[in-house]
């Protein structure tokens, strides 16, 4: 049983019966409305979980990866760590936003004590990218079939989206898929995402590691990913843009 | 006066009601234990009842870890932890830098190397891991950190790192060096 027909047995979903432009080697771009239901509570969204078009069309790129490597560039959740184990994947799990928040305040922190000998050139948004980087994301070339990036470039600058972005490029085989949220407005709070089952991602709120926060326009996410053969866009009415990459 | 002797049993019928409450072959029931409560910022309370070694978290051990014993690590552990068929439990302020073999391995605290856990391996709130994770079973609770990989295997499919097996080694917590460092 492949990989699709778990998915498929396990939570009833449906199978799409349009072939995925990446699998044909084509670039191409589509822009899809989502089927979000609007949560009626605050309470409502936390217990029931949202609807992800872009899951489920990632779990479809993936679809006959068999024992297939993913990072999940959030945080380690049992819930989205098992539905990856018990079809196969080798997880790895790396929670780059809250390493980052770490590391500046690390070097705000080694800054200050060095107020006089500072080195201004380290306070660079390059430098800090490349001092961070050096330590994280450390993987051979190559090593994955899947990313889960969440919306994780929204809250880093410009600089380090990039060098992100280029980082996880390098990391993936060519056939494999990103998942990316951005925004299309500031959200009212910072939430972090799960997996509940192969249609719905849990948005739990905590409080927010990064206060910067910001809105990419499309041009600039296809920037970001311009070495990727495909990308899909689905957009929901609580104004989350979900992305599907393929390299 | 000759109530006294009925007020005070005499120490044949202490033994007589103590037999009585306990069938033959049964042994009385044990003192309860007494727990430990551990917390960090008010945040995270812990129950313990460490059985086998202890090591506080004044204690520094540099070295090699091999035994049969549970190991409860409050402390600071650079080298190697391999304790094949019983479980290790890094607590809250445990600061473990190597690479822990285990049956059971729970952590509270940080680590830094491979955990491999041949029945399961279970990462707290607080815990931090930042090596790769290799066990049958896994339990992470909200807020655990983990920078590497997750692997679960089969149980027809033991893995071993390399190192010599446990079973093999003394019955006793073994450490090379041991620093216990004053406060």
Redesign the interface.
Same mark, same amino acid.
């Given at each position: 049983m492949s990989f699709f027909d778990k998915l498929r047995a396990g939570n009833g979903y449906d199978s799409p019966s349009r072939i995925h432009s990446a699998r044909s080697g084509h670039a191409a771009t589509a822009v899809a409305k989502a089927s979000v239901s609007a949560p009626p509570g605050p309470g409502y969204v936390q217990r029931a979980g949202r609807q992800s078009n872009g899951l489920k069309e990632f779990l479809w790129t993936l679809d006959g990866i068999g024992h297939g490597?993913l990072l999940d560039l959030g945080? *380690?959740?049992?819930t989205t760590?098992?539905f990856f184990?018990e079809r196969g994947f080798?997880?790895?799990?790396?929670?780059l936003l809250? *390493?980052w928040k770490d590391f500046l305040d690390a070097d705000a922190k080694r800054i200050r004590e060095q107020s006089a000998n500072a080195d201004p050139a380290l306070a660079s948004p390059a430098s800090r990218a490349e001092r961070f980087l050096a330590g994280s994301l450390r993987y051979p070339d190559g090593t994955f079939d899947a990313v889960l990036m969440w919306d994780l470039l929204d809250y880093l600058d410009a600089e380090m989206s990039t060098r992100v972005v280029a980082r996880v490029t390098s990391l993936m085989r060519d056939g494999g898929a990103v998942l990316a949220i951005f925004h299309n407005r500031k959200p009212e709070g910072f939430h972090r995402y799960r997996i509940l089952d192969a249609q719905r991602v849990e948005l739990v709120s905590t409080p927010s590691p990064i206060a910067a926060h910001r809105i990419y326009q499309n041009r600039e996410i296809s920037n970001f990913f311009m070495r990727f053969r495909s990308s899909k866009s689905f957009v929901g009415r609580d104004q989350l843009r979900e992305n599907l990459f393929v390299k | 006066m000759w109530h006294k002797d009925e007020a005070k049993p005499s120490s044949r019928q202490k033994e007589d009601s103590k037999s009585a409450s306990n069938p033959p072959g049964v042994e009385p029931a044990a003192a309860p234990k007494v727990e430990a409560v551990r917390s960090i910022a008010n945040q995270t309370v812990e129950l313990v009842q460490p059985a086998g070694g202890v090591l506080t978290s004044t204690m520094v051990i540099k070295g090699e870890i091999r035994g049969r014993e549970d190991l409860y690590v409050d402390g600071e552990v650079q080298g190697s932890i391999r304790l094949g068929d019983a479980k290790v439990t890094v607590g809250p302020h445990g600061r473990v830098t190597a690479d822990i073999e285990a049956r059971e391995i729970i952590v509270r605290g940080s680590v830094q190397g491979k955990l491999l856990g041949s029945d399961r391996v279970e990462i707290g709130p607080t815990g931090d891991v930042q090596g790769d994770v290799v066990t049958r079973r896994i339990a992470l609770e909200d807020g655990a950190r983990i920078k590497g990989s997750v692997e679960v295997t089969r149980a027809e499919e033991p893995r071993s790192a390399g190192a010599p097996k446990a079973a093999a080694e003394s019955s006793s917590l073994q450490a090379i060096s041991a620093h216990a460092q004053g406060s």
């Open positions: 490597h945080p *380690a959740w049992q760590i098992m184990l080798k997880v790895y799990t790396e929670d809250s *390493a | -």
